[in-house]
């Protein structure tokens, strides 16, 4: 990959350095390397505090990434993948919480019964009140832990190199990048010391991470991170960050697989177990017969766990995102902001970039950048503006990525994608650092909001 190297006179991509605590006041915000590795070794303690930690993980860097890649736009004009990652930390979290916390009914269950009656029964047939949520958060803490660590990274490496560009009057951007591809080939090293086997990063794996935040990082190499973009830039900037974000989706739910195979396996191994022992422990001529044929209808089992799954994908499984509520058995419906029901209620950003009745924004209703294009004709298996969508069963990765594809693509240009997730825990202020210009054109509003958040954490 070759990326220009900038020959002005001030930096590039649209961040102006002024000292070494420009970036450090950006890098304040987010989470080191340290604690990263800290929240995911909590998943194998505290379930309930690791996922938390993990919520607030993405929030911070989603905030932050989000400013970096959008010059200065509050908020910022395109969710990237930690935006919806945040979201679905979210989502699990009633269910680890529900897991490691008081036992009984609770006022959101009546809007979750199928869901409600699934845990009730999980619980009971397994012995065990926390089996499918240690699963969950041990899973997403893995996960974390590689993506958090790609993006922590890559802010520090390119806030670094603009900081060093100051006393050059140029970025060196293909040495930025070589700088971060080096440290993502570390972070195998770091990250396999401390795994078994079984959770081991490979190094196709950091190939393809790689891969996934090349997008992004050619937003700030093409100086398209400014907020005074004209629209053709605006949507070149959209799609690059749609491709980082379909390409960090697929390494993501790749990895996450076996967990999502683990979980939905847990209840029909678990009856099976149960009816098994109660036909087979019986030394009769019938419990025999039984026994044999149990033992032979491996097709039948088959289909009973893809019913199970089935059921478990349409009746119990949803997804927050946003202020929406997403049922993953059905086809995505338009986004609010193109809804005409909604749409007056909306967020007048929103219905800037979104047409009424349309599932695309405008800088997405079509896909000019062929990376882009042929990313998306990877996964995509829907008739377009959201039919064809809906998940039968989350297990199936092609068409788990079609339906998740589709709901980046659609409200990627959603506000309230950035607001704070309500579920995320409050945290010790970060110390105290000097507010510098880490981005260019900072507007007035931003700079005294950001200047009161620095002052509130002293």
Same mark, same amino acid.
């Given at each position: 990959?070759?990326?220009? +190297? &900038?020959?002005?006179?001030?930096?590039?991509?649209?961040?102006? $350095?002024?000292?070494?605590?420009?970036?450090?006041?950006?890098?304040?915000?987010?989470?080191?390397?340290?604690?990263?590795?800290?929240?995911?070794?909590?998943?194998?303690?505290?379930?309930?505090?690791?996922?938390?930690?993990? *919520?607030?993980?993405?929030?911070?860097?989603?905030?932050?990434?989000?400013?970096?890649?959008?010059?200065?736009?509050?908020?910022?004009?395109?969710?990237?993948?930690?935006?919806?990652?945040?979201?679905?930390?979210?989502?699990?979290?009633?269910? %680890?919480?529900?897991?490691?916390?008081?036992?009984?009914?609770?006022?959101?269950?009546?809007?979750?019964?199928?869901? +409600?009656?699934?845990?009730? @029964?999980?619980?009971?047939?397994?012995?065990?009140?926390?089996?499918?949520?240690?699963?969950?958060?041990?899973?997403?803490?893995?996960?974390?832990?590689? /993506?958090?660590?790609?993006?922590?990274?890559?802010?520090?490496?390119?806030?670094?190199?603009?900081?060093? $560009? &100051?006393?050059?009057?140029?970025?060196?951007? #293909?040495?930025?990048?070589?700088?971060? =591809?080096?440290?993502?080939?570390?972070? #195998?090293?770091?990250?396999?010391?401390?795994?078994?086997? &079984?959770?081991?990063?490979?190094? =196709?794996?950091?190939?393809?991470?790689?891969?996934?935040?090349?997008?992004?990082?050619?937003?700030?190499?093409?100086?398209?991170?400014?907020?005074?973009?004209?629209?053709? #830039?605006?949507?070149?900037?959209?799609?690059?960050?749609? !491709?980082?974000? /379909?390409?960090?989706?697929?390494?993501?739910?790749?990895?996450?697989?076996?967990?999502?195979?683990?979980?939905?396996?847990?209840?029909?191994?678990?009856?099976?177990?149960? %009816?098994?022992? +109660?036909?087979?422990?019986?030394?009769?001529?019938?419990?025999?017969?039984?026994?044999?044929?149990?033992?032979?209808?491996?097709?039948?089992?088959? /289909? *009973?766990?893809?019913?199970?799954?089935? @059921?478990?994908?349409?009746? %119990?499984?949803?997804?927050?995102?946003?202020?929406?509520?997403?049922? !993953?058995?059905?086809?995505?419906?338009?986004?609010?902001?193109?809804?005409?029901?909604?749409?007056?209620?909306?967020?007048?950003?929103?219905?800037?970039?979104?047409?009424?009745?349309?599932?695309?924004?405008?800088?997405?209703?079509?896909?000019?950048?062929?990376?882009?294009?042929?990313?998306? #004709?990877?996964?995509?298996?829907?008739?377009?503006?959201? @039919?064809?969508?809906?998940?039968?069963?989350?297990?199936?990765?092609?068409?788990?990525?079609?339906?998740?594809?589709? !709901?980046? +693509?659609?409200?990627?240009?959603?506000?309230?994608?950035?607001?704070?997730?309500?579920?995320?825990?409050?945290?010790?202020?970060?110390?105290?650092?000097?507010?510098?210009?880490? !981005?260019?054109?900072?507007?007035?509003?931003?700079?005294?909001?950001?200047?009161? =958040?620095?002052?509130?954490?002293?």
């Amino acid at each position: 990959m070759t990326f220009r +190297r &900038s020959r002005s006179a001030t930096p590039d991509a649209g961040l102006v $350095s002024a000292g070494r605590d420009s970036y450090e006041a950006v890098l304040v915000e987010v989470p080191d390397l340290e604690t990263i590795r800290a929240v995911a070794d909590l998943a194998a303690t505290n379930l309930k505090d690791a996922n938390g930690n993990i *919520l607030r993980g993405y929030t911070m860097l989603s905030q932050a990434f989000g400013r970096l890649l959008h010059g200065d736009t509050a908020p910022p004009e395109n969710a990237t993948f930690l935006t919806f990652a945040a979201w679905a930390t979210e989502t699990i979290r009633p269910q %680890v919480v529900g897991a490691v916390g008081p036992k009984g009914f609770r006022p959101g269950d009546l809007f979750r019964p199928a869901s +409600r009656l699934y845990t009730w @029964a999980a619980d009971g047939l397994l012995g065990s009140d926390d089996t499918i949520a240690r699963n969950l958060v041990r899973g997403e803490a893995a996960i974390y832990e590689e /993506i958090a660590m790609a993006v922590r990274m890559m802010l520090q490496c390119v806030l670094e190199g603009i900081d060093e $560009s &100051s006393r050059r009057g140029s970025v060196d951007w #293909q040495a930025l990048w070589a700088k971060y =591809s080096l440290r993502l080939k570390e972070m #195998q090293t770091t990250l396999n010391a401390q795994r078994d086997a &079984s959770e081991a990063v490979e190094p =196709s794996d950091v190939s393809v991470l790689q891969r996934a935040t090349e997008p992004y990082f050619s937003v700030l190499s093409e100086r398209m991170s400014r907020w005074d973009l004209d629209h053709i #830039q605006r949507k070149q900037r959209a799609e690059l960050i749609l !491709l980082g974000n /379909i390409r960090m989706l697929a390494y993501e739910q790749k990895r996450i697989q076996p967990v999502l195979r683990r979980n939905l396996a847990y209840v029909p191994d678990a009856i099976r177990a149960r %009816v098994g022992s +109660r036909v087979t422990g019986r030394n009769t001529l019938l419990s025999r017969t039984v026994g044999q044929a149990y033992d032979r209808s491996k097709t039948t089992i088959a /289909i *009973l766990d893809e019913v199970f799954q089935i @059921a478990a994908t349409r009746n %119990v499984y949803s997804m927050i995102v946003g202020t929406e509520e997403i049922r !993953l058995g059905r086809d995505l419906p338009v986004p609010p902001p193109a809804n005409p029901v909604l749409r007056d209620r909306q967020a007048p950003l929103d219905q800037q970039r979104y047409r009424k009745g349309a599932f695309f924004p405008y800088d997405l209703q079509t896909l000019t950048h062929r990376p882009t294009w042929a990313e998306w #004709q990877l996964y995509d298996r829907s008739t377009s503006e959201g @039919a064809r969508t809906a998940v039968d069963n989350w297990l199936r990765y092609g068409e788990r990525l079609s339906f998740l594809v589709n !709901l980046f +693509r659609s409200r990627q240009q959603v506000t309230s994608l950035y607001d704070t997730p309500r579920s995320t825990p409050s945290a010790t202020p970060p110390r105290p650092a000097a507010l510098g210009p880490a !981005l260019e054109h900072l507007s007035d509003v931003t700079k005294e909001r950001l200047a009161n =958040s620095f002052r509130g954490s002293s």
